[in-house]
């Protein structure tokens, strides 16, 4: 499959040959053509990626197929090349947005690097618009937003069991969206009309929890002035969802597992229980066997919740989620803080995806949240993460589409780092990288950092 479609435009016959032959050996589609005429009538034919046109050209030149492209909204990046080097020149090209200005004599490595870049940004556009699109199609469901063939078969059987009323235990480390499965177990039976209840377990104690779920009535104890329904009244005819489910005393274990097996509540201070329809999903990141074996957990009542387990993977063992989740908590966060931010970098992106989330998905909305409230421009960069995350541009090796990188790549990531933690103060990089101003400049001409 060829790299992408590139159009080639210069009326000189022998820069065309030269330059269609290296392309060509780069794994690019190309259409060539010497006149500025035809390469209109081939982008209004077909599609390209990277049009690389020369600027002067009789008749039709690069800024009319710069502007061809622009008014077609071809999602295509444009090169111009000319002997004719001025500023004014370049200045109007990359005001008309143009993706680079290239001046002849030019070296080929040079036009194969700026193509091979604009060829990156096409890619990288296409993917962030595609994420995009498959993002909005998960607004207002309760859906669980995955590509992961681990999560899908989870999902097959999440469907298949919700409509069954069986009881259902979520197992899974803090932050893989537990809650969230247990709505969408919720959402998919038949009690989706009904309330869904959800309390944490380990946020009260045992007294309060008691009377959280079971409820009091009037005069039950002192201060108790009128009755209250306990949450498993409440998810009558619905789900109640019970996080942490391991944080439970033994004692009301004991009370759950009555209403469990008897599907009725006894209020504090009633004489007659209450009947109740409720689905239970229980949640929890503890070893739940283990607890068992040593007698923290009531083994009948572990078996009456565990019916069907459903053990959600971390974060760290589903990167390919991280890009779909990521553009996902991009566009709910830019959304509710009223920003402009609708992209993700790649390099940013590249550190998301080597990054272990401890949190899981929890983490990566709070590192996405924090990028969409610092992000100066229209994308989270490399400087919008934390420093845990930025450190890995440092740290770690990563491998550039599935190659490992050069040191000439480690050096020119390096300093473009060391120039963000320096906000863009090259004296300051300079020190810090241990070299001069002078030898800075050279590397960052070198590299084409100054421009950055």
């Not at 201060?223 to 498993?232: C, H, N, P, S, Y």
């Not at 789900?239 to 009370?255: G, H, N, R």
């Not at 009555?258 to 599907?263: D, G, M, Y």
Request: proline share 3%.
């Amino acid at each position: 499959m060829a790299n992408g479609r590139l159009l080639i435009v210069d009326d000189e016959k022998v820069a065309l040959k030269n330059l269609e032959h290296v392309m060509k050996k780069e794994g690019y589609e190309v259409v060539a053509t010497q006149s500025g005429a035809n390469a209109l009538a081939h982008l209004d034919r077909q599609p390209f990626d990277v049009v690389l046109t020369d600027l002067r050209m009789e008749k039709v030149d690069g800024m009319q197929v710069l502007k061809k492209c622009q008014e077609m909204g071809a999602d295509a990046e444009v090169i111009l090349i000319t002997g004719y080097a001025t500023l004014r020149s370049a200045v109007d090209a990359m005001k008309h947005g143009a993706f680079y200005y290239i001046a002849k004599p030019f070296r080929l490595d040079e036009v194969r690097k700026v193509v091979a870049e604009a060829m990156a940004k096409i890619r990288l556009r296409r993917e962030n618009a595609a994420l995009r699109a498959q993002v909005e199609s998960y607004q207002g469901k309760v859906r669980i937003i995955t590509q992961d063939g681990e999560m899908q078969r989870l999902l097959d059987m999440a469907r298949q069991i919700a409509p069954t009323d069986c009881n259902v235990l979520i197992t899974g480390e803090s932050g893989t969206g537990k809650e969230l499965f247990a709505h969408y177990l919720h959402h998919h039976s038949r009690r989706a009309d009904g309330p869904f209840v959800a309390i944490n377990c380990g946020a009260f104690n045992e007294d309060l929890l008691g009377n959280e779920l079971f409820g009091h009535v009037r005069g039950a104890f002192t201060g108790a002035v009128g009755e209250k329904k306990g949450l498993l009244v409440v998810a009558d005819r619905g789900t109640l969802f019970l996080d942490e489910i391991t944080e439970m005393s033994p004692a009301m274990q004991v009370k759950l597992l009555r209403s469990l097996q008897e599907k009725e509540v006894l209020p504090l201070g009633a004489t007659a229980p209450v009947k109740v329809d409720v689905r239970f999903v229980a949640a929890t990141n503890r070893d739940v066997l283990d607890m068992v074996r040593n007698g923290e957990f009531r083994q009948d009542l572990y078996f009456r919740l565990n019916v069907v387990n459903l053990q959600i993977p971390s974060l760290a063992r589903r990167k390919d989620d991280v890009p779909l989740l990521a553009y996902h908590f991009l566009r709910k966060c830019a959304a509710r803080m009223g920003k402009d931010v609708t992209e993700i970098s790649r390099e940013a992106m590249d550190l998301l995806k080597a990054y272990d989330f401890p949190g899981n998905v929890r983490e990566l909305e709070n590192i996405v949240e924090r990028g969409v409230a610092i992000a100066t421009g229209n994308r989270i960069e490399v400087a919008s993460l934390p420093d845990d995350l930025r450190d890995l541009a440092i740290r770690t090796f990563r491998k550039k589409e599935g190659r490992l990188p050069s040191l000439e790549e480690q050096e020119r990531d390096y300093i473009r780092w060391v120039l963000q933690e320096a906000g863009g103060n090259q004296t300051l990089a300079a020190q810090i990288l241990g070299i001069d101003r002078v030898s800075l400049w050279r590397k960052l001409k070198r590299y084409e950092l100054e421009k950055d």
